[in-house]
């Protein structure tokens, strides 16, 4: 299993059981996966400074996303193109097998809306 969604990895689902192998790309949503408040940038600059996100009982979600991709400069960095990237390498190694089962799994299309920057500068 290669995927970047992490719902798949929380406590009560470990739905990775049973995989020989999986490989996780980790960050997705409201992955734990950056600590560091310096990695967050303003949340307002997303949402517009009138929505009230701060109460929003799922605020916190798109705050935690932003630090996780905080550091993300090009395309090749996106969730999506890992988990591709990720998968291709692996059917490289294991093409040969004598039978195996490869789960692909992509969060994206899915909140928060996320385009590439190469699509972002189309809009």
Not at 33 to 57: I, L, M
Not at 59 to 82: C, I, M, P, S, T
Request: hydrophobic letters at 35%; charged letters at 30%; a negative charge.
């Amino acid at each position: 299993m290669i995927t970047d969604v992490y719902h798949l990895f929380k406590p009560g689902m470990n739905l990775h059981r049973g995989f020989n192998v999986f490989r996780w790309i980790r960050g997705q949503e409201g992955d734990a996966y950056v600590s560091s408040p310096r990695k967050n940038e303003h949340v307002d600059k997303y949402v517009g400074a009138s929505w009230d996100w701060e109460n929003y009982s799922m605020g916190w979600l798109l705050e935690q996303y932003l630090k996780n991709v905080a550091d993300r400069k090009k395309e090749k960095e996106y969730f999506v193109a890992q988990v591709i990237r990720e998968s291709m390498q692996w059917l490289d190694e294991n093409y040969d097998q004598d039978k195996f089962f490869l789960w692909v799994d992509c969060f994206d299309p899915h909140e928060p809306w996320d385009p590439s920057l190469s699509l972002s500068k189309n809009v």
